[in-house]
Nanobody, 124 residues
Framework: QLQFVESGGGLVQPGGSLRLSCTASGLRLDYYAIGWFRQAPGKEREGVACISSVGGSTKYADSVEGRFTISRDNAKNTVYLQMNSLKPEDTAVYYC?????????????????WGQGTQVTVSS
């Protein structure tokens, strides 16, 4: 069974930065479109950023555009979500999701594989 693992979450003050990582063992992550999603308490899960498997095109939710950056490091078989200028409303559990040879998108239905999530808390 394919397993995707997120890491890098934690507690950060407003205005601070965090970098989340999504890794997987036993497969080449560059063959997969990767999406980052988040779910805050009492809210639906929403897509925040994605990167396609071919070409590496990216998309962002309006709420994070200009603050978050998704990228790949194929040598490390890792996809990152760099989060800058964090706000309290960014507090959520963040998930990475994957689709083999996918175009990428911000909809949950576009992904087959999901990680367990990592908590991000933005608070002073």
């Amino acid at each position: 069974q394919l397993q995707f693992v997120e890491s890098g979450g934690g507690l950060v003050q407003p205005g601070g930065s965090l970098r989340l990582s999504c890794t997987a063992s036993g497969l080449r992550l560059d063959y997969y479109a990767i999406g980052w999603f988040r779910q805050a308490p009492g809210k639906e899960r929403e897509g925040v950023a994605c990167i396609s498997s071919v070409g590496g095109s990216t998309k962002y939710a309006d709420s994070v555009e200009g603050r978050f950056t998704i990228s790949r490091d194929n040598a490390k078989n890792t996809v990152y979500l760099q989060m800058n200028s964090l706000k309290p409303e960014d507090t959520a559990v963040y998930y990475c999701a994957a689709e083999f040879v996918g175009q990428g998108g911000l909809g949950e239905h576009e992904y087959e594989y999901w990680g367990q999530g990592t908590q991000v808390t933005v608070s002073s």
